[in-house]
């Protein structure tokens, strides 16, 4: 359980960082220094974070994924 506490943190704060990063990039670079494109991609980096998240936590959830049921062994 830890393993995966890890691993969402570590997704959070990575892609976060990386929609700021983002959004600091193009606000400089094509929008005249205004803060929209900060706040929305931070938002993305977040919301990426958060649907890895879910993935980790709950894999049957996944399209696409199957899960077998396994008969007890006696």
């Not at 969402?8 to 929209?36: H, Q």
């Not at 990426?48 to 008969?71: L, S, W």
């Amino acid at each position: 359980m830890s393993h995966q506490w890890d691993q969402v943190i570590s997704n959070f704060v990575i892609k976060t960082g990386l929609g700021l990063s983002a959004g600091i990039v193009a606000s400089a670079l094509l929008f005249k220094k205004r803060t929209w494109p900060i706040a929305i991609a931070t938002g993305w980096g977040f919301g990426v974070a958060y649907a890895d998240a879910q993935r980790v936590f709950h894999p049957h959830h996944v399209p696409g994924v199957q899960f077998e049921k396994k008969k007890p062994v006696v």
